[in-house]
């Protein structure tokens, strides 16, 4: 699948904030907050809704409602715990997943180190969640583990990507929907996006 970048002039604005090296890091936790929400809007497009009856201050009427415990949220540790809260105001029933990782830094290689989802993981549509999608690596082993646990309807979440890691997940995944808020130029010799924001672990949690 083709990822779907959104283009809007509000997201433009906020991805200028968090990419300023000078935003400090409660500015940067909320507006990354403030992005995966819209992500999830875009994310949800495709939701199936439920008919109820309901009655307003005038009449009776047929109206539309999503079931909530259809959808788990899985961040991948650390960084992706930034983007919960921003899907937790469009969802706040939804189930949430862990899944923790780090890089290796000479190999650039996944390890993880965590995993816990719903038990009953298999019957929800999963969002994973990590605001930089740099060398695919992460993204690629944690939609594998998902998978394992027969989760059929995997999208992802990513606030900023680079080429390399949209390809490498597409190809190994390509039933899996990417969303993103920008497509950047490219990594560099050491895995980071460019421009990119820098480390959004880090940033968010003031570790460096």
């Known amino acids: 699948m083709e990822p779907i970048i959104l283009n809007h002039p509000l997201i433009e604005h906020k991805l200028t904030i968090l990419r300023d090296k000078t935003t400090g890091t409660k500015a940067f936790r909320e507006i990354a907050g403030e992005i995966a929400t819209f992500l999830c809007y875009e994310a949800l497009k495709d939701a199936e809704l439920n008919e109820v009856e309901i009655e307003t201050p005038i009449t009776k009427m047929k109206a539309k409602v999503l079931n909530e415990d259809k959808y788990a949220f899985v961040p991948i540790l650390r960084a992706g715990m930034s983007m919960v809260d921003g899907l937790l105001n469009v969802i706040p029933n939804a189930k949430i997943g862990h899944i923790g990782m780090y890089r290796n830094e000479e190999t650039l290689m996944p390890i993880e180190y965590y995993f816990k989802v719903p038990k009953d993981i298999e019957n929800r549509e999963v969002i994973l969640l990590d605001p930089m999608l740099a060398t695919g690596g992460t993204g690629v082993d944690a939609i594998a583990q998902i998978k394992k646990r ?18 490498k997940i597409t190809k190994t995944h390509p039933d899996v ?9 490219h990594l560099n010799d050491v895995g980071y996006i460019v421009p990119g924001l820098g480390d959004a672990g880090d940033r968010i949690y003031g570790t460096k």
């Open 177 to 185: 929907q990417i969303y993103c808020a920008a497509l950047d130029e």
């Open 150 to 167: 027969g989760v059929k309807k995997i999208k992802f979440l990513s606030i900023i990507a680079a080429p390399e890691g949209i390809e």
